[in-house]
């Protein structure tokens, strides 16, 4: 039930599923509610729960045994959500059916009942479905889901809609040639998606579920196994798993429920399973006689350890008191976490990081984990110290003080459902229905979720807090992963010595009870001044003028009830920057955060927002750099003055920039583990001609960075340069005038920061014949190629840039169909375009990029000019047009419906008008060009003798 809202949470804990001896009266009201519904007959999805039903959702099982659930949402306007799901996961695999569950997920999309091979992605396109986004599916180790987001529901859309999901279930096309085509790609997708990180997982699995179907059954298969698999073995997985009552169909959309489950009925009824019912395989228990510990080297992967207290996963039925029990033990867990995490940030211990959490696991354990990364290579210190904190938890009872200030934040996290439930989009909607599922629990509504939570705040007493410690830290079977990059002598009996060693409770660790308020930030000066207030366009946007130069985009609205954006804009960003000489850009979205305001630390600024929903996202685009958040009408003030304060007061710590430093140093060597890492590291580097600002820093230069040259670096950059603060959301448009003006209206006036004539421009690499060659040290039969084409710059035709977005997403098109599709070359070829609006100078680009085998590079340069040279001589059929505009057109209504979207259209837009211009204009350039104009704009710049290539192979 509390599953989704535990997600949500910001404390990011996992689910606890453990059933205790003793209970708690729940309040008289939620029992009251649940006893009235006894006596109706409860939906399929609330047998043996007394949890309130939601009655958004209409619940019914059609006579094959095909369950569903519908409910009607008009977020965003116009779209069905579909979810499909099949209790057929990796779990449910033979010894020889390895990644067949996956496999069939494939063959489900090629091709079906209603759709000719290969056609399955033109099809949706053609009803405004972007694929990969609006159509997709995943395979877990306990089920299969299908997800398509329909953005045009149409009467005829949804049925035809319908009538092909419920033919890719009863009869997918699993005949030789679809099966081999699809190997290939699934193959593909398997080599691409093996990396160091992978391999440790891989192992984690085969530890701590020794003895499982989990540890030996990851969801990609083995390449043996697929490799074995024929259309035969494909149907009898299919025949044996890809039954109707099996099956759960979810909805939720801008239609009426009724008329959705006369299309459920309609489609789904006439499937009929063929030969008896399989009944699930049993998935084990977890072994206490395997083997406590593994030690696994893997080059470019950090040194960290993985602890499991296991236990055996048991269906419970999902009740008012089993989640008032889950929620007082995430409680009781997040007071270590905490007290983890501010021993990290005060330094006093030997770990970067540490957390616990406990949670089912694929319906075959219920495990206690905890992940520790330590600082530097001193693992055994690392653990001491955690196993101490951790031991002093199970010694002694918390104090009430430090149940409340986890109390009132989880509190908060599940407040914010219900003050967004109005904005809560069909997609999640329809993938929660289907998570619950899953995990055989049931889905509640946002009040319900805080209804319980709050109704289990007396059973989280000192004493049960204690009582739940230990007990989640204990277990017939406990595991133990030391992942290390490199060969340490004896190191897996020095784990076992480190595990079995006596352990002392720690003595300073427990965080004593503190009140910060917003009094206890400095001072801000009185309020300022609004010298001018004026309309932008007819939406309802609006600008303001302080007398200090502060400018404020204003767009006060309903759209997303209980929701404000706040972006605060200041200096010159990446134009500030300089493209020749490394600067210390790279710690900031941590550092800032952490290095605290005046006086007030880390752990003072929690306590500050403890209860409230305050954030802090630092970054740097073209022209700016930005703190934003989103918060809430009660809070939105006090976030615009903890805003305000960092700018005027920053704090600087040198515990954050020590930490960054080891972090990043930690997991540095990850950057040359696979192809897509190399790339992720250099590409955008090189395509800059080696520009400073899109640098990746070496190791020394990390290690060399001190907390004085930090702030060295960024103290001006605070003190300095234009504010332009955007909010956009449910506020009236007054007070939020006046509350800019009592914090950044307040501030003193700002000098300018004057752009360097360099660092203006932008520029791509001179033309290369043969490829720029970069190395990774992942597997041999992994490679990488990049090809791009210099674009154009600057604001001066908002539409040609535009127009090369969708130029791109004709070339992704047809790499999709060719080099995945039909070769089975590639899983997941992508181009992009590039055009920076905020430079004045140089050039953008639009690059094509691949991960494949070695041997495929030729042949993929070979099919991308081939593709150029034809859209530039060429015009795409009306067909193509159509295929690519549709999406495009669905995913430009269903953005515009909410202010994330105009919000990032009008960054910059008080320091330059054009900007107003572009979001005016961006319905016209995305969606006007024909396929004249696309022709004569590949013509232009997918030039040969322009381009720049880039190959990542294995090492020699």
């Known amino acids: 039930m509390i599953g989704k809202y535990l997600a949500r949470s910001a404390l990011s804990l996992g689910l606890v599923a453990v059933t205790i001896s003793g209970g708690i009266v729940a309040p008289q009201h939620a029992f009251a509610r649940a006893k009235a519904e006894q006596s109706e007959k409860r939906p399929w999805l609330y047998e043996n729960s007394d949890v309130p039903i939601d009655k958004a959702w209409l619940f019914g099982t059609l006579p094959n045994g095909v369950r569903y659930a519908i409910r009607k949402n008009g977020v965003p306007p116009g779209q069905v959500s579909i979810r499909v799901r099949i209790d057929a996961g990796s779990l449910m695999e033979q010894e020889s059916e390895k990644g067949y569950a996956h496999f ?65 279930m009863a009869e997918p096309n699993i005949v030789p040639a679809a099966v081999d085509a699809e190997r290939a790609v699934v193959l593909a997708e398997m080599r691409e998606g093996t990396n160091a990180i992978s391999k440790v997982g891989d192992a984690s699995r085969a530890l701590f579920f020794a003895g499982q179907p989990l540890g030996e059954h990851a969801p990609i298969g083995t390449a043996e196994s697929l490799t074995n698999a024929t259309a035969e073995t494909m149907l009898a997985f299919h025949k044996r798993w890809y039954r109707p009552e099996n099956t759960v169909v979810s909805i939720s959309g801008d239609v009426d429920p009724k008329i959705m489950e006369a299309l459920v009925k309609q489609y789904f009824s006439d499937w009929k399973g063929k030969g008896k019912h399989t009944p699930l395989p049993d998935f084990g228990t977890p072994d206490p006689d395997a083997p406590r510990t593994a030690v696994v080297v893997q080059s470019g992967v950090p040194t960290f350890l993985s602890m499991m207290w296991l236990r055996p996963w048991k269906p419970k039925a999902d009740t008012i008191i089993y989640n008032q029990r889950k929620l007082a033990d995430v409680i009781a867990l997040q007071m270590i976490n905490r007290r983890l995490e501010d021993a990290a940030r005060r330094g006093v211990v030997s770990y970067l990081q540490a957390s616990v959490d406990v949670q089912d696991i694929s319906r075959s354990a219920n495990a206690t984990s905890l992940s520790l990364t330590p600082m530097g290579d001193d693992w055994e210190k690392a653990l001491a110290d955690v196993r101490s904190i951790i031991e002093d938890a199970k010694r ?149 003028s302080y007398a200090n130069g502060v400018k404020l985009t204003l767009f006060a609205n309903d759209a997303e009830k209980e929701k404000v954006r706040i972006n605060v804009r200041f200096g010159n960003g990446m134009l500030g920057l300089s ?33 409230r929903r305050l954030g802090f996202d630092f970054g740097i685009d073209e022209n700016a750099f930005e703190l934003a958040a989103v918060t809430r009408p009660s809070d939105y003030r006090d976030q615009l003055r903890l805003f305000a304060t960092k700018l005027a007061y920053p704090g600087w710590a040198d515990a954050p920039v020590e930490r960054a430093k080891a972090g990043l140093l930690a997991a540095y060597d990850a950057s040359s583990t696979s192809p897509s890492a190399v790339l992720g590291r250099d590409m955008g580097w090189l395509l800059r001609d080696k520009d400073a600002r899109f640098r990746t820093p070496g190791k020394a230069e990390i290690a060399a960075l001190t907390p004085a040259q930090f702030r060295a670096f960024w103290e001006p950059i605070l003190a300095s340069g234009p504010i332009e603060v955007q909010i956009f959301g449910d506020v009236n448009p007054d007070e939020a005038i006046a509350a800019v003006a009592e914090t950044f209206g307040a501030l003193k006036p700002r000098k300018p920061l004057p752009v360097a004539e360099a660092s203006k421009a932008i520029h791509f690499p001179a033309h290369n014949d043969t490829p720029v060659v970069l190395r990774h040290n992942g597997d041999r039969d992994q490679a990488a190629a990049v090809i791009a084409w210099p674009t154009g710059v600057g604001m001066g035709d908002s539409r040609e840039a535009r127009q090369l977005d969708i130029l791109a997403q004709i070339i992704s098109d047809r790499l999709f169909e ?105 319905g016209r350039d995305m969606l006007g060009g024909s396929a004249e104009d696309l022709r004569m704009l590949a013509a232009k710049y997918l030039v040969t003798d322009k381009s720049y290539s880039v190959v990542v192979l294995p090492q020699e």
Do not use: C
């Not at 405004?128 to 149409?154: I, K, M, W």
């Not at 549709?886 to 990032?904: C, H, K, V």
């Open 104 to 168: 069939m997920e494939h063959l489900t999309f090629r091709g079906s009942k209603y759709v000719p091979d290969g056609e399955s992605k033109r099809l949706w396109q053609r009803l405004g479905v972007s694929f990969g986004s609006d159509s997709n599916a995943q395979t877990t180790p306990t089920g299969t889901v299908y997800a398509l987001d329909l953005p045009d529901a149409s009467p005829g859309g949804l049925s035809e809609s319908m009538k092909i999901l419920a033919g890719m």
């Open 396 to 544: 002694a009872p918390v104090t009430d003080e430090e149940i409340e200030r986890e109390y009132v934040q989880f509190e908060t996290a599940l407040a914010i459902p219900v003050e967004n439930k109005d904005t809560e989009p069909t997609s999640k909607q329809a993938m929660d229905l289907t998570e619950a599922v899953d995990i055989r629990e049931t889905i509640v509504t946002p009040e319900a979720a805080l209804e319980i939570f709050r109704s289990a705040r007396p059973m989280m007493t000192p004493a049960y807090m204690l009582d739940a410690t230990r007990r989640m830290f204990t277990a017939d079977a406990q595991r133990t992963l030391l992942v290390m990059p490199a060969e340490q002598p004896n190191a897996e009996g020095r784990l076992l010595a480190a595990l079995d060693a006596p352990v002392e409770p720690a003595s300073d660790v427990r965080l004593a009870a503190s009140t910060v308020t917003m009094d206890d930030l400095p001072k801000l000066p009185p309020a300022g001044k609004v010298t001018a207030r004026e309309p932008v366009g007819d939406m309802g946007i609006e600008t303001i």
């Open 579 to 611: 493209p020749d000489k490394p600067q210390p850009t790279w710690p900031a979205a941590y550092v800032l955060a952490a290095n605290g305001i005046g006086t007030l630390g880390q752990r003072e600024l929690d306590d500050l927002a403890n209860g």
């Open 818 to 922: 060719k080099l995945r599709a039909v070769d089975g070359a590639a899983y997941s070829p992508n181009a992009s375009s590039d055009w920076p609006f905020a430079f004045e100078k140089g050039q953008g680009y639009l690059a094509v990029v691949s991960q494949l085998k070695p041997e495929r590079i030729d042949y993929f340069y070979k099919l991308v000019n081939e593709i150029a040279t034809d859209l530039a001589a060429n015009p795409i059929s009306d067909d193509e047009l159509r295929r690519t505009l549709a999406p495009t057109r669905q995913l430009l209504m269903r953005a515009s419906t909410g202010n994330a979207f105009w919000m990032n259209l009008m960054e910059g837009a008080t320091q330059d008008p054009r900007y107003v211009t572009m979001m005016q204009s961006i």
